[in-house]
C-alpha cells in the first residue's frame, strides 16, 4: 500500500510562485507520478505528470508555469508553480498507480488571491 502526503499549499499572490511537495510512503522510483487538482465547483482534473523515466507531461492550462519533478531518492514528488493565476486556486492532489489502484494523497490547498 502507498501513502500520499502533499505539503505546500497556502495563499499567494498573483504573479507569484510556490513549491507543492508529496512524500510517498514506498519506493516510487519505478511508477508515473501526477498532480491533480479540483477547484471549487469543478470536477477534479490533470495538472502533470512525470514517468518513471523522467518523461513530463502538462495540461494546456499550465505548460510554461509549471514544473513535475521527483527525487527518487527521497520518494518525493514536487510541484513547482511560477506565474500563479487565480483560477489556479484549488485543491492540488498527488497521485499515483500501483498494481492497477489508484491512490490519491488528502491533497493541499493552494488560493491564488491579492
Known amino acids: 500500500q502507498v501513502q500520499l502526503v502533499e505539503s505546500g499549499g497556502g495563499l499567494v499572490q498573483p504573479g507569484g510562485s510556490s513549491r507543492l511537495s508529496c512524500a510517498a510512503s514506498?519506493?516510487?522510483?519505478?511508477?508515473?507520478m501526477g498532480w491533480y487538482r479540483q477547484a471549487p465547483g469543478k470536477q477534479r482534473e490533470h495538472v502533470a505528470t512525470?514517468?518513471?523515466?523522467?518523461?513530463?507531461i502538462y495540461a494546456t492550462s499550465v505548460k510554461g508555469r509549471f514544473t513535475i519533478s521527483r527525487d527518487n531518492a527521497k520518494n518525493t514528488l514536487y510541484l513547482q508553480m511560477n506565474s500563479l493565476k487565480p483560477e489556479d486556486t484549488a485543491v492540488y492532489y498527488c497521485n499515483t498507480r500501483v498494481n492497477n489502484i489508484n491512490y490519491w494523497g488528502k491533497g493541499t490547498l493552494v488560493t491564488v488571491s491579492s
Open positions: 514506498g519506493s516510487i522510483f519505478s511508477v508515473a
Open positions: 512525470i514517468t518513471s523515466g523522467g518523461i513530463t
